[in-house]
Nanobody
Framework: QVQLLESGGGLVQAGDSLRLSCADSKRNPRCDMGWFRQTPGKEREFVAVINVGGQVKTYADSVKDRFIISRDNGKNAAYLQMNGLNPEDTAVYYC????????????????????WGQGTQVTVSS
């Protein structure tokens, strides 16, 4: 069973930084890990994804050069370092584990991820 636990959200001011953490408490086999975000009334939006080994990463254009995704396989954890936050980054952020762990390409589609954390609220004030 996959159980993802997120932490690190909060209320910050524009220009501040936050670091989100996501831990797989069950120590499941390694898989691609993604971060998504969602605001009320909108679809869940892709933010970033990292491959099993941590060498390959893909970002949404809106966060590229500001956010950094990473992982620590020894701790079964993934992270999202968010710098230069702006009010448009306000959302509930979710970490997710890909359903199929043997794909050779990264996915930005929420439908390719079956395991989700509970979400952590990030609010950026102007």
């Amino acid at each position: 069973q996959v159980q993802l636990l997120e932490s690190g959200g909060g209320l910050v001011q524009a220009g501040d930084s936050l670091r989100l953490s996501c831990a797989d408490s069950k120590r499941n086999p390694r898989c691609d890990m993604g971060w998504f975000r969602q605001t009320p009334g909108k679809e869940r939006e892709f933010v970033a994804v990292i491959n099993v080994g941590g060498q390959v990463k893909t970002y949404a254009d809106s966060v590229k050069d500001r956010f950094i995704i990473s992982r620590d396989n020894g701790k079964n954890a993934a992270y999202l370092q968010m710098n230069g936050l702006n009010p448009e980054d306000t959302a509930v952020y979710y970490c997710a584990r890909r359903t199929v762990c043997t794909r050779t390409w990264l996915s930005k589609e929420a439908s390719d991820y079956s395991y989700w954390g509970q979400g952590t609220q990030v609010t950026v004030s102007s």
